[in-house]
């Protein structure tokens, strides 16, 4: 990701050049097992999700309802997932916040990193106020707080009746119900400006005033060196941030109070999933979205590492 | 071979087997569950039920003197509002982790007992139904089994400000002989009279409990017999094409105005004072007249004289049921006996949860009674002195009926689907959902 200077360490290339390549150094054997050690719980906490993972496999081919033993039902749940208006609404759902809410965070990040670069005073209590909202973002209070905001005699319509504008009924009108969760999720802008700001620490100074003495703008600065230099950054942050976003089930959750309403206009994907598998008690057809969504975010994960080969530049 | 210098690596080893044994030991106490028996003694029961605090508390004091006349039993309870209560119920029994009893909605009753998950209460010789109407019983058995036992009969009603209708100079129709025309135009009277500042309806359109009245009243039931969808889609064109004209003439609020703030009296509209009347559970309307500044009157729901019969039933609040997975069943099925049958504990929760069935414990708490409480006891006694049409348990699917009720509501609501079309896709959903 980072401009480094590799830093030779100095015994194992020399062990190497010693022709010791066949036989590892005890030492290093030794720092191996260690590492293994450490590593040890991380495995052991693995049995919890890959025992699932391949457990809900399974199930994705069953029709389950948690009381009694699933039974093998083959395709079917597939089959009846193309038919379900539901599922469709709930991909579009998620498909809207995702690349509405994901392109304008990113680049909200982007500009608010680039202004704390110039180096303010007091730098490290502008990042720690704008990295606060990530934190808290996802978290069920602030959330409801955010209902509570565009509700009906909420702060925005307030503010907005300052001005002599009648707001609409953010939270009930299913037309501006997921307009409120982009926003929620555009504030949460924090975690991915804090790894572009470090990210721009890295870009070397000397480009910019080479650039300078040679007359170019500021923007073309910015296009020229800032943005191809960051741009294994950017591309970082664009995986992150839609595997993330795709994902989201507590925005929705508590903001329609778990129905997806007004009129599944909230109804996220896997709030959906949820739904089916909870409170329908339709566990094996819960497992099948399960794993198309697996199979969503990995096509665009892939298309996304394609792409990444014609715009991001890595210096070594 | 020089011997390698020994103490780096079993440090290292040390160290890292520490922190292994320390997660797994962290691990498991986390996992530690309350299991519930100690040595030939003491029974912890698991009790859940949905509500607000006040309920909880008069509960509480019930179940001490429960706790008093059977020692070697303790009761835990929870309870959440009426929503997450029904999410987490479902993820419990689905944990393997289910309560002891537990008060089941009469709309999940089938989902629950079809799969096996509830204990047949006719098999406890520790629950008395002698005292217990059979048309009471009735609510809660499937295929002659008994899996819950109606913890209250109530029904619903109409309370209407009647301190700011005065003020606004509107008078409230008589309810015995009140059509639904002329409850839209009390409640467009208000909303003009008040300036629009109160509006006269603000009854949940959402709620199933209203369209099953009015479909009885025109001679259709709800949910049938034989565990079908037997309202016409006609009904709920009309029911939703009420609340659409209601809205044009202002009777009602606009779109968007009710958000979800949850169940309990004092968060209602009611109570803000922005609405003049709601329909509530009757069994509420204490709740509701202390929550409202003013005076709160109860009235019968319209159409119950202009329609083709008597809309009303009286209906299990909602009803007890004992786990069938529960490690303590007989335990379970005293705290029932003792729920249904004990006029000392009914003294404590009164009518919270309705009607005692038992009719004797009825008689009993009746003294007892505040002014607000009698009020809905006497409308449940003059409801029930002519003859109601029958009522049959809720199917399996009723939920998802409730829900597509809700959603559609909320187009309708917003103008985005017409009232037929929103009726067409009721009645396919819903018989999609019931006949599956």
Redesign the interface.
Known sequence: MSVLIKQPSGAAPAAAAAGGKQRIR?SRR?KQ??GY??L??WF?GMLFTVIPFFASLYLAFTDY????EPNFVGLANFQAMFEDPRLIQSLKVTFIYTFVSVPISLAVALLVALVLNRGLQGLSIYRSVYYLPSLLGGSVAIVMLW?YIF??DGIVNGFLGLFGIQG??W?????FSLSTLIVLNVWTFGSPMVIFLAGLRQVPGMYYEAASIDGASKWRQFRSITLPLISPIIFFNLIMQLIGSFQTFTQGYVM????G????STLFYNLYLYQKG????E?GYASAMAWLLLMIIAIFTAINFIASKFWVFYDN | MKK?AST??PR??VL??A??AA??ALSACGGGGATSSGSGGNVELNFVFWGDANRAKMTEAALRIFEKKNPGITVKTEYQDS??Y??KL??R??GGNPPDVLAMANRSLL?YAQ???LADLKSFPELNLDKVPETTLSRGEVDGKLYGLATGVTTIGMVVNKTITDQAGVTIPDDKTWSWEDYAKFATEVTQKTGGKVYGAGYDVATETGPIILARQRGEDFYTKDNKLGVSEKTIEDWFQYSVDLRKSGGYPP??????IGGSPAQSYLAKGTVASQIIPINNFRGYNEAVEGEVVLLRIPGETTGERRGYSADPTMLWSIAAKSKHPKEAAKLVDFLTNDAEGAAEVLTQRGVPINPEVADAITPKLSADDKTFVDMMASIQEDDLPPAYVYPKGA??VA?TL??LT??VE?G?VSPADAAKTFMEKSNAAINK
């Open positions: 005890p030794r097992r260690s050690l450490f040890l719980p052991l309802n948690l009381f009694t209902r509700g009906n609409p009924a939270v009930t009108d299913p037309q329609s109070g778990g129905t309403g007004p009129a599944d909870f409170t329908e008690f566990m | 390698t780096p690596i290292r080893l890292g087997a922190v292994v997660g797994l929503a997450p029904a999410d479902a993820t029994f689905a989902e799969r096996g998950t779109a968007g105005f009710f958000e979800q939920s998802v829900d809700k959603q909320t187009e917003f985005r």
